[in-house]
């Protein structure tokens, strides 16, 4: 197969973890955009805590893309502007907070440059670390939030957030619920996903389903490892989604992007 989008999510995916591109993804990534390959990367983070990794790999120079906020952005690189985006309503987040409320999970929410948040906890502290982006503790959150944003994240012990995942999936199936590492519960608005977006995408550039790889590690990523032509899982999957892709490369730490592209393009 001819492979024309090599789909990346980011963290524990493409990045060490320290949060690195290592120097020999890095290398085939850029062997790959030259032989004509979109390289898109589609992470569950915020646009702003993406673009540094863009710049990394000169995805602006290939006329490349990024999905953000786990599909509910995508962002043309090119023109710097958004092609597609689409948001939970104030409403909507107000009441994911009395959800949150009602199940003893924190929740935060997004502004063009803040994380808002009515408590603090060392899970909220790992998404400011990750996004570097400002945080922004208010004495009340419904007050706070006075328009859309594109997405709501949930946050708790692991395996007590499984079970709020449950909850949520039966009490609001209008919503796109997916686990992005084992304390972030991701929400974004009905259809939103990883997959909805790579189609759009490949809608817009000609790029059928099959001509597409995508690569990730987590439960936000099952849906387009599943669309994808060639699904691939990192060796550091999530344990119970193994059997869920076509293929297994090695780890985040040890160049599993690399390898694919050195399997599926470069051959």
């Not at 400011?128 to 959150?141: A, R, S, Y």
Request: with cysteine.
């Amino acid at each position: 197969m001819n492979y024309k989008m090599l789909v990346l999510d980011l963290d524990d995916t493409l990045l060490r973890d320290d949060h690195s591109i290592s120097d020999r993804n890095k290398e085939m990534l850029m062997k790959a955009q030259e032989q004509g390959v979109y390289v898109v990367l589609a992470s569950g983070r915020p646009t702003p805590a993406m673009l540094q990794y863009a710049e990394q790999l000169d995805l602006k120079k290939y006329g490349s893309y990024i999905i953000s906020y786990n599909g509910a952005v995508i962002t043309d690189l090119t023109k710097q502007s958004n092609i597609f985006e689409q948001s939970l309503s104030k409403e909507q987040i107000h009441s994911l907070h009395d959800f949150s409320m009602a199940n003893n999970v924190d929740i935060i929410t997004y502004t063009s440059d803040s994380i808002i948040s009515e408590t603090c906890s060392k899970y909220i502290d790992v998404e400011v670390e990750l996004t570097q982006m400002k945080f922004n503790k208010v004495d009340c959150f419904k007050t706070a939030v006075t328009e859309s944003a594109v997405k709501c994240l949930l946050l708790q012990e692991p395996e007590y957030l499984k079970t709020v995942e449950a909850i949520l999936k039966k009490e609001k199936p209008n919503k796109s619920v997916s686990l992005s590492k084992p304390f972030f519960l991701e929400v974004m608005p009905h259809g939103i996903d990883k997959a909805a977006s790579i189609a759009r995408l490949a809608e817009k550039l000609g790029i059928r389903q099959e001509e597409i790889i995508a690569v990730g590690n987590a439960g936000n990523d099952l849906s387009m490892v599943e669309y994808a032509g060639l699904g691939v899982w990192v060796d550091n999957v999530t344990p119970e989604l193994r059997d869920r892709a076509d293929v297994i490369v090695a780890s985040n730490n040890d160049h599993g992007v690399a390898e694919v592209v050195e399997r599926y393009i470069m051959n």
